[in-house]
């Protein structure tokens, strides 16, 4: 079972771990195109996506195992909830890649 997260977006794609360590990093000529401050702002973007999708992934696990816990929990854990990306992430995980 994996709990990293992914996201594409404007020639970017990204893997990161849990807490939003970068794992991979693709750019294609698209990408590059847009000038350093559009590169800039997509990779940052789709970071901050790929790490909501791997926080609300993790969380599940630990939920699973650990029972319900705490805001101020998962954020010592480095799993730090962003409402709007999390309700997103929510919304397009097929329940058959649910942790």
């Known amino acids: 079972m994996t709990t990293n997260g992914t996201a594409r977006r ?3 794609a990204v893997e990161v771990a849990p807490g939003g360590a970068l794992r991979s ?3 294609t000529a698209e990408a590059l195109r847009g000038g350093g401050l559009r590169l800039a702002e997509t990779i940052l973007r789709t970071v901050r ?5 791997a926080n609300e992934r993790a969380r599940r696990v630990l939920e699973a195992e650990l029972g319900d816990l705490s805001g101020a929990e998962l954020g010592r854990l480095g799993l730090q909830r962003e409402e709007e990306l ?3 992430v ?10």
């Open 10 to 12: 404007g020639g970017v």
């Open 25 to 27: 990093l693709d750019l």
């Open 49 to 53: 996506e790929a790490a909501a999708e």
């Open 86 to 88: 999390a309700a997103r």
């Open 90 to 99: 929510e919304e397009t995980t097929p329940d058959t890649w649910r942790a």
